[in-house]
C-alpha cells in the first residue's frame, strides 16, 4: 500500500476543505439529487459511453460517499482507514494497467456528477488525468430566462453538431458565436479531421492561456478562447504552437482581465478636442522633417463602390490640403480575407505609419495588426466597436436626415413619403427615425415608407404593392458615371427624378484633420487613461464632416427654415431625438424633459410610429448586407440568426 501517495492527496483534501470552510463554501462534493430538488426536469437522455472531461466532474449522484471527499475529489478519509487502503490499491492498479473500467455518471449543465467509480475518479484527478470513460445519462432542465439555462440550450445545440463537451462558457451567445468562428452549421461539417484539429488548437491555446496565469482570472478558457479568435481567425491558428499563441494572447492580456466587460466607449464628437493651448515650440517647430505616408484601405473599387468613392474623394482631400507634409497611398479590393491580410502586408511593407481602413468589414483585421504593429496609428471607419487598440471614426448622419425629413414632411403634396435604408446597422435605424421625425414635426399626419435595398426577401414587396409616395430619400452616395438620378431627397414621379435635397460626407474634413493632429502630437492628448476604454470619433455636422446641400429650385423660405433648424443642431441648441417619441407598436417611451444618450441612438433597433416597415431579419438580407450586418448590425437582427 502506498501509503506516501496516499497522505500526499489527503493534504490536498484538508486544504481544500479548509479554504472552502473559511470562505464559506460548501466544503465536500456537490449532490445531484439535492441539486435537481430546485429544478424543474424536462426530460433524461441516455448518451452511451463519453469522455467526460475530469474537469467538469462536480461531485455525486447521491449523498452516499459525499463526505468521503473534498470538493476537489481528493480523500477525507484518514489513511488507516479500509476508504484508503482500497484507495491505494486502485492507484496501484492505475499505474501498472490503468483504469479501462467506465465510470456511470449523470451529466446536468455540461457538469457531471458520479453515480459509480468515485474513487476512479478521485484516482485519476490525483494523476492529472484529463479525461474519463463513462456512461452518462443526461439531464435536461425545462427552459427558463436565467443566463445559465440559455447557455445550457445553446449548448445542447453546440454538442448535437459537434460532440464536443469539454469547452464552456459563462456568457450567452459564445457557443452560437464559436460554431460561426469555426465555420460549423451541422454535424456533417464536423469530420473526424474537423474533430481532432479542433481539439489541437483548443488545447494548445489552453495550455498558453493557463501557463500565462489565466486559470487565475475569473473567465473561462472557453471564454477567453472566443475573445482570441476575434483578432485571430480560426483558419490561422490550427497550425500555431501553444508558445507561439503564448506571445499573441499576452497583448490582448487586458481583454481576458476585463472579460465580459468590453472596453467603454468614449465618444468624440467633433473635431477640436485637443487641448488648445499647445507647446509654442509645436507651433514654430515642425515635429516631422519628411513626410509622412498614410495609407487608406478599401473593401472595394472606385468603380464598384459610391461608399469607397466618397472615401477616395477624402483622401485627396487630405493630398491637396496637407501638399508635402504627406504622402497618401490608397489600396483597393481588400474584399475577402486573403485580400486583407496581403492588402495590410503590403502598406505597412509601403511605410505607411497612418493607416485608415475605410470599411467595417475591416475592422477585425484592422485589431490584428494593431496588435502586431503597436507603434502605427490603425483607424477603422465603423461604429460602437468595442476596441481598445484601434480607433474608430463614423459620422452623426441622423442630424443631415433630420433635416431632410423636414424638408421632406414641408414639400411633400400627401402624406406619404418614402426612405431606402441600406443595412440594419448601428446608426442606420436612428438615420430613419431622424427621417421621420423631423417630417412629423412639420406634418403630423405623414408616413414614411422604408424599403431596404439589400434584401432578399418579398415581404416588402407585398407591404408597399399599393403605396404611391410623392417623395423617396434615397442614397447618400452614387458611383461615379452611375445613370441615375434616385439618390438624396429626390421626386419619383418626373420622367426624370427631380432631386431637391442630399445629406453628403465630406471625408477630407476628418481625414486632414485627424492626420494634422497626429502629426502635431495631439492626438493622443484624446486618450484617457482607463485601458478598458475605447474611443470613437462620431463628429456630427457641426464639425462640417457632414451637411446637407440643397437644390436651387427650393423656395428660399424653405431653405431659410432648414438652415435655421440646422443652426440649432449645430449650436447643441436643437436636438431631433428630444421629448416624447414612441415606436410603432407604443413600447418606446420617452419623457418630454428626457433626451436620447448617445449609445441608445447609435444601437436603436425600434422604428418610430409614423414610420411603416419593418427592420429585416438576417435570413431575409442578401450575402453581402450579411457580411456588414454580422460586424455592425444592431441586435435585434443579430439575434434573429440566433
Given at each position: 500500500m502506498d501509503i506516501q501517495v496516499y497522505e500526499r492527496v489527503y493534504k490536498l483534501a484538508m486544504k481544500e476543505y479548509r479554504k472552502k470552510t473559511l470562505h464559506g463554501e460548501w466544503p465536500y462534493l456537490w449532490v445531484l439529487d439535492e441539486i435537481l430538488t430546485h429544478v424543474d426536469v424536462a426530460k433524461e437522455v441516455e448518451l452511451g459511453l463519453v469522455d467526460i472531461p475530469i474537469d467538469q466532474i462536480m461531485g455525486t449522484k447521491t449523498e452516499g460517499r459525499t463526505n468521503a471527499f473534498a470538493a476537489n475529489f481528493m480523500p477525507l478519509l484518514p489513511s488507516d482507514s479500509e476508504f484508503a487502503y482500497k484507495w491505494c490499491q486502485l492507484y496501484e492498479s492505475h499505474l501498472e494497467e490503468g483504469i479501462?473500467?467506465?465510470i456511470k455518471a449523470y451529466e446536468f449543465l455540461n457538469r457531471f456528477y458520479v453515480l459509480e467509480g468515485n474513487k476512479r475518479v478521485s484516482v485519476l484527478k490525483?494523476?492529472?488525468?484529463?479525461?474519463?470513460?463513462?456512461?452518462?445519462?443526461?439531464?435536461?432542465?425545462?427552459?427558463?430566462?436565467?443566463?445559465?439555462?440559455?447557455?445550457?440550450?445553446?449548448?445542447?445545440?453546440?454538442?448535437?453538431?459537434?460532440?464536443?463537451?469539454?469547452?464552456?462558457?459563462?456568457?450567452?451567445?459564445?457557443?452560437?458565436?464559436?460554431?460561426?468562428?469555426?465555420?460549423?452549421?451541422?454535424?456533417?461539417?464536423?469530420?473526424?479531421?474537423?474533430?481532432?484539429?479542433?481539439?489541437?488548437s483548443y488545447i494548445n491555446f489552453r495550455a498558453a492561456f493557463e501557463k500565462n496565469g489565466g486559470d487565475k482570472l475569473s473567465l473561462t478558457p472557453g471564454d477567453a478562447f472566443l475573445v482570441y479568435l476575434n483578432y485571430h481567425p480560426y483558419d490561422e491558428i490550427k497550425d500555431k504552437t501553444a508558445d507561439g499563441i503564448k506571445k499573441e494572447i499576452v497583448k490582448i492580456w487586458d481583454d481576458f482581465v476585463y472579460y465580459p466587460n468590453k472596453p467603454e466607449v468614449k465618444l468624440i464628437m467633433d473635431g477640436d478636442t485637443t487641448d488648445k493651448k499647445q507647446n509654442l515650440v509645436k507651433k514654430i517647430l515642425p515635429l516631422v522633417s519628411s513626410p509622412v505616408k498614410v495609407?487608406?484601405?478599401?473593401?472595394?473599387?472606385?468603380?464598384?463602390?459610391?461608399?469607397?468613392?466618397?472615401?477616395?474623394?477624402?483622401?485627396?482631400?487630405?493630398?491637396?490640403?496637407?501638399?508635402?507634409?504627406?504622402?497618401?497611398?490608397?489600396?483597393?479590393?481588400?474584399?475577402?480575407?486573403?485580400?486583407?491580410?496581403?492588402?495590410?502586408?503590403?502598406?505597412?511593407?509601403?511605410?505607411?505609419?497612418?493607416?485608415?481602413?475605410?470599411?467595417?468589414?475591416?475592422?477585425?483585421?484592422?485589431?490584428?495588426?494593431?496588435?502586431?504593429?503597436?507603434?502605427?496609428?490603425?483607424?477603422?471607419?465603423?461604429?460602437?466597436t468595442n476596441s481598445r487598440y484601434i480607433r474608430?471614426?463614423?459620422?452623426?448622419?441622423?442630424?443631415?436626415?433630420?433635416?431632410?425629413?423636414?424638408?421632406?414632411?414641408?414639400?411633400?403634396?400627401?402624406?406619404?413619403?418614402?426612405?431606402?435604408?441600406?443595412?440594419?446597422?448601428?446608426?442606420?435605424?436612428?438615420?430613419?427615425?431622424?427621417?421621420?421625425?423631423?417630417?412629423?414635426?412639420?406634418?403630423?399626419?405623414?408616413?414614411?415608407?422604408?424599403?431596404?435595398?439589400?434584401?432578399?426577401?418579398?415581404?416588402?414587396?407585398?407591404?408597399?404593392?399599393?403605396?404611391?409616395?410623392?417623395?423617396?430619400?434615397?442614397?447618400?452616395?452614387?458611383?461615379?458615371?452611375?445613370?441615375?438620378?434616385?439618390?438624396?431627397?429626390?421626386?419619383?414621379?418626373?420622367?426624370?427624378?427631380?432631386?431637391?435635397?442630399?445629406?453628403?460626407?465630406?471625408?477630407?474634413?476628418?481625414?486632414?484633420?485627424?492626420?494634422?493632429?497626429?502629426?502635431?502630437?495631439?492626438?493622443?492628448?484624446?486618450?484617457?487613461?482607463?485601458?478598458?476604454?475605447?474611443?470613437?470619433?462620431?463628429?456630427?455636422?457641426?464639425?462640417?464632416?457632414?451637411?446637407?446641400?440643397?437644390s436651387k429650385k427650393l423656395p428660399p423660405d424653405t431653405v431659410r427654415l432648414i438652415n435655421l433648424l440646422k443652426k440649432g443642431i449645430c449650436q447643441g441648441e436643437?436636438?431631433?431625438?428630444?421629448?416624447?417619441?414612441?415606436?410603432?407598436?407604443?413600447?418606446?417611451?420617452?419623457?418630454?424633459?428626457?433626451?436620447?444618450?448617445?449609445?441608445?441612438?447609435?444601437?436603436?433597433?425600434?422604428l418610430a410610429e409614423n414610420v411603416i416597415g419593418f427592420i429585416p431579419t438576417m435570413e431575409e438580407l442578401s450575402d453581402y448586407a450579411k457580411s456588414i450586418v454580422e460586424v455592425q448590425g444592431v441586435s435585434k437582427v443579430k439575434e434573429s440568426e440566433a
Open positions: 479501462h473500467e467506465p490525483s494523476c492529472d488525468a484529463v479525461s474519463v470513460p463513462g456512461t452518462v445519462t443526461r439531464i435536461i432542465p425545462k427552459p427558463d430566462d436565467s443566463d445559465e439555462n440559455r447557455i445550457y440550450y445553446e449548448f445542447l445545440d453546440f454538442y448535437e453538431k459537434t460532440g464536443v463537451n469539454y469547452i464552456n462558457f459563462s456568457q450567452p451567445g459564445s457557443f452560437p458565436a464559436l460554431l460561426k468562428s469555426i465555420r460549423v452549421e451541422n454535424e456533417d461539417d464536423f469530420t473526424d479531421e474537423v474533430r481532432e484539429q479542433f481539439y489541437s495609407a487608406f484601405i478599401h473593401a472595394k473599387t472606385v468603380e464598384t463602390s459610391s461608399w469607397t468613392y466618397g472615401h477616395d474623394l477624402g483622401a485627396n482631400h487630405l493630398k491637396g490640403a496637407l501638399g508635402d507634409k504627406v504622402i497618401v497611398n490608397s489600396y483597393f479590393g481588400a474584399d475577402s480575407q486573403d485580400n486583407q491580410m496581403s492588402i495590410f502586408d503590403k502598406a505597412i511593407e509601403d511605410g505607411n505609419t497612418i493607416i485608415f481602413s475605410t470599411s467595417a468589414q475591416l475592422v477585425g483585421t484592422s485589431m490584428k495588426y494593431a496588435l502586431d504593429y503597436p507603434k502605427l496609428h490603425f483607424l477603422n471607419c465603423s461604429l460602437n474608430t471614426y463614423y459620422g452623426r448622419l441622423y442630424e443631415a436626415k433630420f433635416l431632410m425629413g423636414a424638408l421632406a414632411g414641408v414639400l411633400s403634396p400627401t402624406n406619404e413619403i418614402g426612405y431606402t435604408a441600406a443595412y440594419p446597422i448601428y446608426g442606420g435605424i436612428a438615420n430613419i427615425n431622424a427621417f421621420a421625425l423631423g417630417a412629423k414635426m412639420v406634418n403630423p399626419n405623414i408616413k414614411v415608407y422604408v424599403k431596404w435595398s439589400h434584401l432578399n426577401s418579398e415581404r416588402q414587396d407585398e407591404l408597399l404593392k399599393d403605396v404611391h409616395v410623392s417623395l423617396i430619400s434615397g442614397a447618400d452616395f452614387i458611383k461615379p458615371g452611375a445613370n441615375t438620378q434616385e439618390f438624396g431627397l429626390y421626386n419619383p414621379n418626373e420622367e426624370v427624378p427631380d432631386n431637391l435635397a442630399m445629406a453628403v460626407w465630406d471625408w477630407g474634413v476628418y481625414y486632414e484633420k485627424t492626420v494634422q493632429k497626429i502629426l502635431a502630437g495631439t492626438w493622443k492628448q484624446e486618450v484617457g487613461g482607463d485601458k478598458n476604454e475605447t474611443l470613437n470619433d462620431w463628429w456630427g455636422m457641426s464639425s462640417g464632416m457632414i451637411d446637407v446641400i440643397f436643437f436636438d431631433p431625438f428630444a421629448g416624447m417619441r414612441y415606436t410603432k407598436d407604443g413600447t418606446h417611451y420617452v419623457k418630454v424633459t428626457d433626451k436620447l444618450t448617445s449609445e441608445q441612438i447609435i444601437t436603436m433597433d425600434w
